[in-house]
């Protein structure tokens, strides 16, 4: 078999939620500076030397033939900077007639999925729970628990990252924590595209 039809397995669980894996990207407060609302907020965090950690992706060997599929697990920290919860970047796909699926391993959080016009869903991630995210939608998770999100995102190879459009654009709404409670709002920070 040549690489591209090569298969290959692994164990869900433990500590980087999948494993073996074969590439670790790791996600700090200093890569989502601009991201957060309360920028200044952040900026005194960093400038304390505090830099925690937000989140952190796990994959599998990554195929960039047409119809193979990419494997990762995601897990997304539990904190907040000021009254949001901690997030992950979020994107749309380069090639927008992509879709992908996440699948809830531990603890639990939301999806915020957003169109070209900034309609956005939430939908709930905890595990046993499995969400379909429609192609040229931007995707972004927060956790909204005490302890760490974990979810298995199964995407097509050939899909591709689009960040840029998110840094831009922001989403059209954050989750906060309001009396206790995690509450989905607009982002007084989003800018149409």
Do not use: W
Not at 45 to 63: A, T
Not at 67 to 81: A, D, Q, R
Not at 112 to 135: F, N, S, T, W
């Amino acid at each position: 078999m040549n690489d591209a039809n090569k298969a290959f397995s692994s164990r869900l669980g433990g500590i980087t939620g999948i494993f073996p894996y074969e590439a670790e990207i790791k996600h700090k407060l200093s890569d989502l500076s601009n991201h957060f609302q309360d920028e200044r907020l952040v900026k005194d965090m960093l400038s304390r030397g505090e830099n925690p950690k937000i989140y952190d992706v796990y994959e599998l060997p990554q195929l960039a033939t047409e119809g193979s599929l990419n494997v990762g697990c995601t897990i997304l920290h539990s904190g907040k900077i000021g009254s949001e919860y901690y997030f992950t970047k979020g994107h749309f796909h380069q090639k927008q007639s992509t879709s992908e699926v996440y699948v809830g391993l531990e603890g639990e959080g939301l999806i915020l999925i957003q169109d070209r016009k900034g309609e956005v869903a939430c939908m709930e991630i905890k595990p046993h729970i499995v969400v379909y995210i429609p192609p040229n939608t931007a995707h972004r998770s927060v956790n909204t628990g005490d302890s760490r999100l974990v979810f298995l995102a199964v995407y097509p190879s050939d899909s591709g990252h689009d960040y840029e459009s998110i840094k831009r654009t922001g989403f059209a709404k954050i989750v906060a924590e309001r009396d206790g409670k995690p509450v989905v709002e607009a982002n007084p920070k989003y800018r149409e595209s």
